[in-house]
């Protein structure tokens, strides 16, 4: 489904800070995206996303050749990407439930058609009884979850999801992995960016450990 | 109860247990920056409206002064000796009403030329002892004029005192006067356009800046570019429209108001002065059209210029992609 080859990326003239990277995503996988800070997991979960460009090497991203999608049709392969970003980026004038519903409001879904799996979902993540809350009352860990929910009401493909607990406590952390990897079960591929190993020894899932650059895969 | 009917209970059962406020715009209502453009759209286009204004009144009085001048001619009777005035002047009216195209000629009697020659020679003179020339006013049909010429042969034949003043001098100066006051109107009126276009451009774009982590969100959620234009070009145009509508509306409304206070107080000193200053406020149909044009311009400028900096910010944000030297370290 993602297939890097070669892939190395460098920030103006400074030094490569993803170097021969090769790897795949399969359908249905789950892995984890490890590694010290500064490694460059944000960087290649950006990769993952569409939103940087490699400066060598080749990305195939549902078996099209991202360097030659035109700029008008990335929305269109985006929606099959769920992705949590590390700030959350929430919109502070929409309520949790219109954070969650925006990617189905923005694909022309009608309200009525979506609306119960919104607050089922709000629910699961343990966010029921904040649903017609604004962003700035909610506590970062709940900012998470509104991420997540977000990233998961349209059923993706794939989720990208960018230290996912990393604001949340364990109990809810165990949650949220347990909401990702139902997810998982139920087809989507799922790469969690953390330096969490809680988290990580709790699903017996592939680990990518990025160390100055260089991907090692441990299956 | 079957499965599906189950299913579709339940969904009835949660939703009424939560209550959920109507779904907020995707663009937020008028923020602190929309606050601003809609008072900077306000003013411009207020100060556009009254220019405009300005402008059309300034051309339909030259208008007027062109066609008062060109309406009339005026023949003058020097006094000779041996001449019989009165008898002369009935002459020349006579003449000058067989002639095709004269609507009407009246002579200036002699108390109305007492009355002219006040302001020189004070009240109270014997006209008797001056030699005072007396004057016919012809009116005349603009659209089919006489033959000049012919009226002055008939006339140096007929009574040879009598002298014919078309006003062709006074009209062609007050002509070039008119076109060269409406010439700078229009020119003043075009910087005043281009300063209004900037400032909404810039305003516009101003506003928008404050927005960009929206277009951003919006972009990754999956929104097509054209959807988050058109979302931001609804808000931006509701902005524009109620700024120039006000700002417009404000202008319209003084010119009206000016207009019913000249009317209503005439013959006082101080209208007097003002119209003697200024003319008269009175705003014709074209001008407030004009108006209402200028806020549809205005409008239509802000949302365009909304559309176009949506679009640049999105291409930016893929620029960023396409160049990592641009986006920020992660």
């Keep these: ?219 | 109860m079957t499965e599906p009917a189950a299913r579709t209970s339940d969904n009835q059962k949660r939703e009424r247990l939560v209550t959920l406020r109507p779904m907020a715009p995707i663009v937020p209502p008028v923020n602190v920056s929309g606050h601003a453009l809609m008072v900077v759209i306000a003013i411009m286009s207020f100060l556009c409206a009254m220019t405009l204004g300005a402008v059309t009144m300034v051309q339909e009085k030259a208008e007027t002064w062109q066609g008062d001048v060109s309406r009339e001619i005026t023949i003058q009777v020097k006094p000779d000796d041996g001449l019989d005035m009165e008898a002369a002047l009935t002459e020349v009216r006579n003449i000058v009403l067989a002639f095709p195209g004269t609507l009407t000629a009246d002579i200036v009697d002699r108390a109305s030329t007492a009355r002219l020659l006040e302001p020189w020679l004070g009240e109270g003179f014997d006209m008797d002892e001056l030699p005072v020339p007396r004057l016919v006013i012809v009116t005349i049909d603009e659209t089919a004029p006489p033959d000049f010429a012919a009226i002055r042969q008939n006339l140096a034949d007929n009574v040879p005192a009598a002298a014919l003043d078309d006003h062709r001098a006074w009209a062609d100066r007050l002509i070039s006067m008119a076109r060269i006051t409406v010439l700078i109107g229009v020119g003043i009126l075009t910087l005043m356009f281009a300063t209004t276009m900037l400032t909404v451009i810039f305003a516009t774009r101003g506003a928008m800046a404050g927005n960009r982590h929206i277009v951003e969100v919006l972009h990754f959620v999956g929104a097509e570019t054209s959807f988050i234009a058109s979302e931001f070009q609804k808000r931006f145009l509701l902005i524009g429209l109620k700024g120039a509508a006000f700002g417009g509306g404000v202008a319209a409304l003084g010119f009206l108001l000016l207009g019913a206070w000249q009317s209503n107080s005439m013959a006082t000193a101080l209208n007097d002065q003002v119209t003697a200053l200024f003319g008269r406020f009175t705003l014709s149909s074209a001008g407030y059209f004009g108006i209402v044009g200028i806020v549809v311009l205005i409008s239509a400028m802000t949302a365009v210029t909304t559309r176009l900096t949506v679009t640049r910010t999105i291409r930016e944000i893929d620029r960023e992609r396409a160049d990592p030297s641009l986006a920020e370290i992660g």
């Design chain 1, 1 to 219: 489904m993602i297939h890097f080859e070669n892939v190395g990326l460098r920030y103006g003239m400074g030094p490569e800070v993803l170097r021969d990277l090769t790897f795949d995503i399969p359908k249905g996988s789950f892995q984890f995206l490890t590694g010290p800070s500064g490694a460059g997991k944000t960087t290649l979960m950006r990769l993952l996303f569409m939103s940087l460009k490699p400066t060598r090497g080749l990305i195939r991203m549902f078996d099209r050749d991202i360097s030659v999608i035109p700029g008008e049709e990335l929305p269109l392969l985006r929606r099959r990407i769920g992705i949590v970003f590390q700030d959350f980026r929430l919109l502070d004038h929409m309520t949790t439930y219109e954070n969650v519903s925006l990617p189905l409001r923005v694909r022309g879904k009608d309200e009525a058609s979506y609306r119960s799996d919104v607050i089922e979902l709000l629910k699961w993540v343990g966010l029921g009884e904040r649903i017609n809350v604004l962003p700035p009352v909610l506590s970062g860990g709940e900012k998470q979850r509104v991420a997540i929910a977000r990233a998961l009401i349209d059923q993706p493909e794939v989720l990208l999801a960018d230290e996912p607990t990393g604001n949340v406590d364990p109990p809810m952390a165990k949650r949220l992995l347990n909401l990702f990897t139902e997810l998982n079960r139920l087809g989507t591929a799922v790469v969690i960016a953390t330096h969490d190993l809680t988290l990580m020894d709790r699903v017996n899932a592939r680990r990518m450990i990025l160390t100055e650059g260089r991907l090692d895969i441990h299956d």
